[in-house]
C-alpha cells in the first residue's frame, strides 16, 4: 500500500537573500508567539484585566521560553558536543567543517527545558508585577502554550529533525532531506495533533466554571503535555541525552515523569480542594 508512504523534501526556508534566510521552524515560532499573544489579550479583556502587563508579560514569556528551551537542549541532550562549541549555544549559528560559521537559525530546543524556562521567567515578572497571583496567570498560560506547541512541532516536521524510528513497512515519511528512503513513523505530527487536541480540552475547560479552580488549568496541562510526549518517545528515534545510563526509557521520557507527577498532583489537588 503505497499511497501510505508520503515523500517529504520541503524547502526548509522561506526566503534566502544573500545567504541570509527565514527559516519557516523560525517563522513557526514567530507564529506561536503572536497567535499565544492574541489568545491571551482575550483573556485580559474577558477578566477584565489591566492590558498594561500584557506585553510586558509577554517579552517575559518568550525570552524565557527561548532561554530554557536552548539551555535544555545544551544540557540535557548535547553537552558533548557544546562543551566544545560555546558560541553556538546562544547565537543560531553553526561551524562549518571547513572553517567559519553558517546561519542557521535557533534549532535544537527542548521543550523540557522550555516549560522550566517560562515557569522561572513568569514567577520573576509575577514578583515585580503582582497584578494577578501566579497561579492565575500560569492556568491561562497554558491555551497559548498547547496551541503553540502545535506549531513548533510542524516546524519540526520542516526542519526534517526530532524525526520518528523507522517503520519498517509502507506506512511512513521519507525524510528525504536528510538522504533517506525508508519511511519513518511523523512522530513530530503526532505530537503537533495531540497538543492541538490537548488545546481545545484546555480552551473548553477555561469556558466553564473550572477556570477559577487555581492550578486546575496548570496542572492539565503539564500532565497532558508530557504524557503526549511520554507515549510519542516510543516511536520517536533518539535524541541523545542519558538514555545510555538508564536505558529503560528515553531521555525525553525520564524527563516527562516528574512533569507528569507534577501535573497530575496539582490538578487533583486543586480539584478537590475547590470540592470540598
Do not use: C
Not at 567543517?97 to 515557569?119: E, M, P
Amino acid at each position: 500500500m503505497t499511497y501510505l508512504k508520503f515523500n517529504w523534501a520541503p524547502n526548509e526556508k522561506l526566503f534566502e537573500i544573500g545567504g541570509f534566510g527565514i527559516h519557516i521552524y523560525s517563522l513557526m515560532f514567530i507564529i506561536a508567539f503572536l497567535l499565544g499573544l492574541r489568545l491571551y489579550k482575550k483573556m485580559f479583556i474577558k477578566e477584565n484585566v489591566d492590558q498594561k502587563y500584557l506585553e510586558p508579560m509577554f517579552i517575559y514569556m518568550v525570552i524565557s521560553t527561548l532561554l530554557g528551551a536552548r539551555l535544555g537542549e545544551v544540557f540535557f541532550y548535547n553537552w558533548d558536543y557544546f562543551q566544545n562549541h560555546l558560541l553556538e549555544i546562544l547565537l543560531p549559528i553553526k561551524e562549518k567543517a571547513d572553517g567559519g560559521y553558517s546561519f542557521i537559525g535557533f534549532r535544537g530546543l527542548a521543550s523540557h527545558g522550555a516549560a522550566i524556562g517560562v515557569l522561572t521567567g513568569i514567577f520573576i515578572f509575577q514578583k515585580l508585577n503582582p497584578f494577578k497571583p501566579l497561579i492565575w496567570i500560569l492556568d491561562r498560560l497554558t491555551i497559548p502554550a498547547a496551541i503553540g506547541g502545535v506549531f513548533i512541532r510542524t516546524g519540526n516536521f520542516f526542519n526534517s529533525e526530532i524525526v520518528g524510528k523507522y517503520t519498517g513497512s509502507n506506512f511512513g515519511v521519507v525524510f528525504e532531506n536528510r538522504g533517506e528512503i525508508l519511511p519513518r513513523y511523523p512522530a513530530q505530527m503526532y505530537e503537533a495533533f495531540g497538543y492541538f487536541i490537548l488545546f481545545l480540552v484546555l480552551k473548553k475547560i477555561y469556558n466553564s466554571r473550572y477556570r477559577d479552580q487555581g492550578g486546575f488549568l496548570m496542572g492539565l496541562y503539564f500532565a497532558g503535555t508530557f504524557t503526549i510526549r511520554f507515549f510519542v518517545e516510543y516511536v520517536k528515534e533518539s535524541q541523545g541525552g542519558f538514555e545510555e545510563i538508564f536505558p529503560a526509557l528515553s531521555t525525553g521520557q525520564w524527563l516527562s515523569i516528574p512533569f507528569i507527577t507534577f501535573g497530575l498532583i496539582t490538578s487533583a489537588l486543586s480539584f478537590f480542594k475547590k470540592s470540598s
